[in-house]
C-alpha cells in the first residue's frame, strides 16, 4: 500500500498558497490525473496516528471534540528546511491511500483534515493535524462594535462597548437584554442581522406598546416613537424606545422566517456556515433526516465571543443531537440513538487484537438512569427584584427562574438499580411539550444498561475503514456476544504505521 500526503502551506506575508506532496514511496500521477504529473516525495515515515471522538471520554452527549494526531516526514537530509518560515495552521491537510501501481483516481481518503504547525528536528518533520472541526474553534462572532457615535446620531455605540462583540440570534429567545447602541435616541441592538419578530419588550418587566416597524435604521434614528411606546426595524435587529427606561429593558424575540428555520438541524447549518464551513461540504440529506427525528424550535442569543463548537454544543444537546466532519471532510449531523440496522463493520476474534470492557461515563459510575429533566425555555435575565408592581404574580415566578423543567421517571428501574440516577440536561428548546418528549426519549436511550468496549483490531485497508458513528457488530465468545451486539463507534484512533485502531463502542 502507498500514502499519499498532501498538505497546503501559505509561503508568503500575502497568504499566497502552495500545496506540497509527500509519499511513503515515490510516485507521480499520471498526465490525464487531477493533479497532472504531480510528483510525491518519498518522506513518509509515519502516515497518519488520528485519534478522534465525538464526545469526551466514554460519554454520548456533551461537548463536541477537534481530533487530533500527527503525520512524520524523514528529514535527515534536511530537505523539508525550507518548510519552517511557512505557515501551516488552519490549511488544508489530505491523507490518502492506494495500491502499488494502481490509478491515482483509484486511492482512497481517509482523512481530509486540517493543521496546527510542524515542528522540526534533525531527524523529522511532524505535522500536526487536526481534523476539519478545528475550523469551527473560534470565535462564531467577529463583528465588533466601532464605538464611535457621533450622538446623537450612529449606532456603534460609544467607547463603552467599543470592540465587544455584536449580538447574534438564532431562534426563538426570552427575556433578552439587548444591547444599548445609541444613549441619545434610546436604540438597542437585538441582532447583527434581521429578524423575524420582537414577542414584547419589557420595562422592569411590564409590556411596553409596540407603534410601528421601519425598514432601516436610519428611518428608525430619523423617527421617535409616541409617548410610551417603541418601534423597530425588523430588517437590521434594531428597537427604539421614546423615554428613558425605569429599570432594565428586555424582550422576546424570533429570528428565522418561519418555524422551520429555527430547529437544531438548521440552526446548526447556519452558525456552520457563519463559522467558516462551505456550503459543499454540508451533507443536505444529514439536515433533513435530523429535521424529521426532531423538528422543535429552539433558540440562542449571543453577546460575547463564544467558539462556533460551544454554541452549536448547546443547540445540539438540546434534541441529543450531534455534529462534526467525518474522515472524507463531510459536515454531517444526526442524533444520537441507540445502534439499530445493518452494521458498517463485523468485528470478531479474527480480527479482534485486545478488548476491554469499561463502564460508560453518561451517568454516575455508568448506572441506568430513572429520571430525566430536561431545562427549556431559558430566561436570559433572571430578575428576582427591581420589578413594577404591576408584574403578575405568575410572571414573577417565571422570571426569578433560569428556565422551566419537563421531566420523564420510571421508579421501577430502582427495582433492578438501586442507585439509578438523574439526568438534567439544558436544552434550548421553547415548548413543554417538546422538552417533555426529549425527557422521555433520553430515559428510554439510558435507563437500559449499556456497555461500553475499548476494542483494538487490524485494519483492512481494502474495505472501507471506520468512522464514528457507524454501527459495528461485535461478536465474540465471551461477554455474552456470542450472537452479536450492535455498538455505535464514539471514538477511533487510527495508526496507520502499524494498520491498527483502537474503537470505543458503545451499545
Same mark, same amino acid.
Given at each position: 500500500?502507498?500514502?499519499?500526503?498532501?498538505?497546503?502551506?501559505?509561503?508568503?506575508?500575502?497568504?499566497?498558497?502552495?500545496?506540497?506532496?509527500? =509519499?511513503?514511496?515515490?510516485?507521480?500521477?499520471?498526465?490525464?490525473?487531477?493533479?497532472?504529473?504531480?510528483?510525491?516525495?518519498?518522506?513518509?515515515?509515519?502516515?497518519?496516528?488520528?485519534?478522534?471522538?465525538?464526545?469526551?471520554?466514554?460519554?454520548? =452527549?456533551?461537548?463536541?471534540?477537534?481530533?487530533?494526531?500527527?503525520?512524520?516526514?524523514?528529514?535527515?537530509?534536511?530537505?523539508?528546511?525550507?518548510?519552517?518560515?511557512?505557515?501551516?495552521?488552519?490549511?488544508?491537510?489530505?491523507?490518502?491511500?492506494?495500491?502499488?501501481?494502481?490509478?491515482?483516481?483509484?486511492?482512497?481518503?481517509?482523512?481530509?483534515?486540517?493543521?496546527?504547525?510542524?515542528?522540526?528536528?534533525?531527524?523529522?518533520?511532524?505535522?500536526?493535524?487536526?481534523?476539519?472541526?478545528?475550523?469551527?474553534?473560534?470565535?462564531?462572532?467577529?463583528?465588533?462594535?466601532?464605538?464611535?457615535?457621533?450622538?446623537?446620531?450612529?449606532?456603534?455605540?460609544?467607547?463603552?462597548?467599543?470592540?465587544?462583540?455584536?449580538?447574534?440570534?438564532?431562534?426563538?429567545?426570552?427575556?433578552?437584554?439587548?444591547?444599548?447602541?445609541?444613549? =441619545?435616541?434610546?436604540?438597542?441592538?437585538?441582532?447583527?442581522?434581521?429578524?423575524?419578530?420582537?414577542?414584547?419588550?419589557?420595562?422592569?418587566?411590564?409590556?411596553?406598546?409596540?407603534?410601528?416597524?421601519?425598514?432601516?435604521?436610519?428611518?428608525?434614528?430619523?423617527?421617535?416613537?409616541?409617548?410610551?411606546?417603541?418601534?423597530?426595524?425588523?430588517?437590521?435587529?434594531?428597537?427604539?424606545?421614546?423615554?428613558?427606561?425605569?429599570?432594565?429593558?428586555?424582550?422576546?424575540?424570533?429570528?428565522?422566517?418561519?418555524?422551520?428555520?429555527?430547529?437544531?438541524? +438548521?440552526?446548526?447549518?447556519?452558525?456552520?456556515?457563519?463559522?467558516?464551513?462551505?456550503?459543499?461540504?454540508?451533507?443536505?440529506?444529514?439536515?433533513?433526516?435530523?429535521?424529521?427525528?426532531?423538528?422543535?424550535?429552539?433558540?440562542?442569543?449571543?453577546?460575547?465571543?463564544?467558539?462556533?463548537?460551544?454554541?452549536?454544543? +448547546?443547540?445540539?444537546?438540546?434534541?441529543?443531537?450531534?455534529?462534526?466532519?467525518?474522515?472524507?471532510?463531510?459536515?454531517?449531523?444526526?442524533?444520537?440513538?441507540?445502534?439499530?440496522?445493518?452494521?458498517?463493520?463485523?468485528?470478531?476474534?479474527?480480527?479482534?487484537?485486545?478488548?476491554?470492557?469499561?463502564?460508560?461515563?453518561?451517568?454516575?459510575?455508568?448506572?441506568?438512569?430513572?429520571?430525566?429533566?430536561?431545562?427549556?425555555?431559558?430566561?436570559?435575565?433572571?430578575?428576582?427584584?427591581?420589578?413594577?408592581?404591576?408584574?403578575?404574580?405568575?410572571?414573577?415566578?417565571?422570571?426569578?427562574?433560569?428556565?422551566?423543567?419537563?421531566?420523564?421517571?420510571?421508579?421501577?428501574?430502582?427495582? +433492578?438499580?438501586?442507585?439509578?440516577?438523574?439526568?438534567?440536561?439544558?436544552?434550548?428548546?421553547?415548548?413543554?411539550?417538546?422538552?417533555?418528549?426529549?425527557?422521555?426519549?433520553?430515559?428510554?436511550?439510558?435507563?437500559?444498561?449499556?456497555?461500553?468496549?475499548?476494542?483494538?483490531?487490524?485494519?483492512?485497508?481494502?474495505?472501507?475503514?471506520?468512522?464514528?458513528?457507524?454501527?459495528?457488530?461485535?461478536?465474540?465468545?465471551?461477554?455474552?456476544?456470542?450472537?452479536?451486539?450492535?455498538?455505535?463507534?464514539?471514538?477511533?484512533?487510527?495508526?496507520?504505521?502499524?494498520?491498527?485502531?483502537?474503537?470505543?463502542?458503545?451499545?
Amino acid at each position: 500500500m502507498i500514502y499519499l500526503v498532501e498538505i497546503t502551506a501559505a509561503i508568503d506575508a500575502a497568504g499566497t498558497t502552495e500545496v506540497f506532496r509527500y =509519499s511513503s514511496q515515490n510516485f507521480t500521477t499520471g498526465p490525464s490525473d487531477t493533479p497532472p504529473n504531480a510528483y510525491y516525495d518519498a518522506r513518509i515515515v509515519n502516515p497518519a496516528s488520528i485519534s478522534r471522538n465525538m464526545f469526551s471520554n466514554g460519554t454520548t =452527549s456533551g461537548a463536541s471534540r477537534v481530533g487530533y494526531g500527527a503525520v512524520e516526514l524523514s528529514n535527515v537530509d534536511g530537505g523539508l528546511d525550507y518548510l519552517l518560515p511557512y505557515s501551516f495552521d488552519g490549511r488544508s491537510l489530505v491523507i490518502k491511500i492506494g495500491t502499488e501501481g494502481a490509478a491515482f483516481s483509484t486511492f482512497t481518503t481517509i482523512l481530509n483534515g486540517t493543521m496546527e504547525q510542524v515542528e522540526f528536528t534533525f531527524a523529522k518533520a511532524t505535522i500536526l493535524v487536526r481534523d476539519k472541526l478545528a475550523i469551527l474553534d473560534k470565535p462564531l462572532q467577529t463583528t465588533l462594535y466601532a464605538g464611535n457615535n457621533s450622538l446623537p446620531a450612529g449606532v456603534e455605540g460609544v467607547a463603552d462597548i467599543a470592540k465587544k462583540p455584536k449580538p447574534l440570534l438564532f431562534g426563538q429567545v426570552f427575556n433578552i437584554q439587548p444591547i444599548m447602541v445609541n444613549s =441619545s435616541k434610546l436604540i438597542y441592538q437585538i441582532n447583527d442581522g434581521a429578524i423575524a419578530a420582537i414577542g414584547n419588550v419589557y420595562d422592569r418587566g411590564v409590556a411596553l406598546v409596540f407603534e410601528a416597524d421601519v425598514a432601516t435604521n436610519a428611518l428608525l434614528q430619523a423617527t421617535a416613537p409616541s409617548a410610551g411606546k417603541y418601534r423597530t426595524c425588523l430588517a437590521e435587529g434594531f428597537i427604539r424606545l421614546t423615554t428613558v427606561p425605569s429599570g432594565l429593558i428586555t424582550c422576546d424575540a424570533t429570528q428565522g422566517a418561519a418555524a422551520g428555520n429555527r430547529t437544531v438541524a +438548521q440552526i446548526l447549518k447556519a452558525i456552520a456556515l457563519k463559522g467558516g464551513v462551505s456550503a459543499g461540504d454540508i451533507v443536505a440529506g444529514d439536515v433533513t433526516a435530523l429535521d424529521t427525528l426532531n423538528s422543535a424550535v429552539v433558540g440562542v442569543w449571543l453577546e460575547s465571543t463564544e467558539t462556533s463548537i460551544n454554541v452549536m454544543d +448547546q443547540i445540539a444537546i438540546s434534541i441529543g443531537a450531534y455534529y462534526g466532519f467525518d474522515a472524507t471532510g463531510l459536515f454531517g449531523m444526526g442524533r444520537f440513538d441507540a445502534p439499530t440496522g445493518a452494521a458498517n463493520i463485523e468485528i470478531y476474534a479474527g480480527n479482534i487484537l485486545s478488548i476491554e470492557h469499561n463502564r460508560t461515563n453518561d451517568t454516575d459510575k455508568g448506572i441506568a438512569a430513572y429520571r430525566v429533566k430536561v431545562n427549556y425555555q431559558k430566561n436570559y435575565t433572571v430578575q428576582y427584584s427591581d420589578l413594577a408592581g404591576a408584574v403578575a404574580d405568575d410572571r414573577r415566578n417565571v422570571l426569578a427562574q433560569p428556565s422551566l423543567t419537563a421531566s420523564s421517571e420510571d421508579t421501577a428501574i430502582k427495582n +433492578q438499580y438501586s442507585l439509578a440516577v438523574e439526568i438534567t440536561r439544558d436544552a434550548l428548546l421553547i415548548t413543554q411539550a417538546s422538552a417533555a418528549t426529549e425527557a422521555a426519549r433520553v430515559l428510554a436511550l439510558y435507563k437500559a444498561r449499556r456497555d461500553l468496549y475499548t476494542v483494538r483490531i487490524a485494519l483492512d485497508l481494502s474495505e472501507t475503514l471506520p468512522d464514528l458513528v457507524n454501527v459495528a457488530n461485535l461478536t465474540l465468545n465471551r461477554f455474552g456476544l456470542n450472537g452479536g451486539k450492535l455498538f455505535k463507534i464514539i471514538g477511533i484512533e487510527s495508526d496507520y504505521s502499524t494498520n491498527r485502531a483502537t474503537l470505543t463502542l458503545w451499545g
